[in-house]
């Protein structure tokens, strides 16, 4: 099992800066991708972005230029810098862990941060 606990989220202007956090304990394996997803209100659950054990990323395109995703792997940690904030980037933000092993593919759900953007 592996557990999530995130944070970051608050409420910002538009056009201001948020950086959201995602620390993941318990059983790691080593082969695994990390990432955001979000949900507005009266949507479903959407990707925003990903990071894997390569460094590969992949952006939604609404957020491309505007976010970048890091993690620092001695932490078992991913961040989301956002940058550059629209009101349609509000929603629940909820960090994902993905991991291969032996057994198949895996995912985590983080506990979800809300995220604001308003005047």
């Known amino acids: 099992q592996v557990h999530l606990v995130e944070s970051g989220g608050g409420l910002v202007q538009p056009g201001g800066s948020l950086r959201l956090s995602c620390a993941a304990s318990g059983n790691i394996f080593a082969i695994n991708t990390m990432g955001w997803y979000r949900q507005a209100p009266g949507k479903e659950r959407e990707l925003v972005a990903t990071?894997?054990?390569?460094?590969?990323?992949n952006y939604e395109n609404s957020v491309k230029g505007r976010f970048t995703i890091s993690r620092v792997y001695a932490k078992n940690t991913v961040y989301l810098q956002m940058n550059s904030l629209k009101p349609e980037d509000t929603a629940v933000y909820y960090c994902?862990?993905?991991?291969?092993?032996?057994?198949?593919?895996?995912?985590?759900w983080g506990q979800g941060t809300q995220v604001t953007v308003s005047s």
């Open positions: 994902n862990f993905r991991s291969w092993s032996t057994s198949g593919a895996q995912d985590y």
């Open positions: 990071i894997g054990t390569t460094g590969s990323t």
